[in-house]
């Protein structure tokens, strides 16, 4: 995959409170890049930075290699936090005009927003004031709104939010589309169990200094615990005399075990086959949520 958005050691200060540290990460075409951190982390300042809403103290943006030029960001697409819309006009009218904005033209911008509503499952809705909508609805027409222009890169703050499970599948199997056409998807979460099932790369940031980055599975494998799911015939309680073992859980011929840095594993496998069968023995990777816990602290 291609680097086309490289962050690069960013810094930004409000008054005399720093709230962006040496800010590095990259955003690759063609992947969802998940951007996590607590409230008040700088996720917010930093998207706003890549998009030209805020400038930053130092340090630089780069799209492709080289600095972001204004027609560039003509293909860039932003759904902010906060919503955006103008509550009296209609839904389709509201997305149609900023399709317009973008450069589009009417014919197209109509016919990207048909489309888009349809997908998004809004379709019966075009014609209603945004003021009429659900929050959840309105959180749609948003993210619409975002992608009418067809995007090359996607920076979506907290696109889930107000959504039921329905709807975040609906806008989830959209934003996956987009990915597998090529375009590069930042967005910010705090569903971290969403953000696991549906990012290919993370970013964890927090007090402002990039915490943690790179792809789901190259993090679950930095900071994977020696960590065991062992099941066996019979009770698995004798694993909590074991040197080195330390029992997680236990219910009955099932066990999660930490095992201590010195302790080998295939000795604790060895011990358990001499007892009797083993059906399973199996590292447990940590998830995005506890990964965050960890690297916050």
Known sequence: MTTV?????????????Q???????AVEAGRL???VGANGAGKTTTMRIILGVLAADSGSVTWQG????REARQRFGYMPEERGLYPKMTVAEQIVYLGRLHGMSVADARRSTTTLLERLELGERAGDQVEKLSLGNQQRV???????????LLVLDEPFSGLDPLAADTVVAVLRERAAAGAAVLF???QLDLVERLCDDLVIIADGTIRAAGSRAYLREQYALPRYSVEVDGDAGWLRDEPGVTMVELDGPRAVIDLDPATDDQKVLRTALDRGPVRAFT???????EIFREVIQ
Do not use: C, E, M, Y
């Open 66 to 69: 080289t600095p972001i030029t």
């Open 142 to 152: 948003q993210i619409a709104a975002a992608l009418v222009h067809d995007p090359r």
């Open 283 to 289: 590292p447990v990777r940590p998830t995005l949520a």
């Open 188 to 190: 910010s979460s705090h």
């Open 19 to 25: 709230v962006l540290k040496d800010v590095s990460f």
């Open 33 to 35: 890049t998940g951007f």
């Open 5 to 17: 958005l490289n962050v690069d050691t960013v810094n930004r200060s409000f008054g005399d409170r």
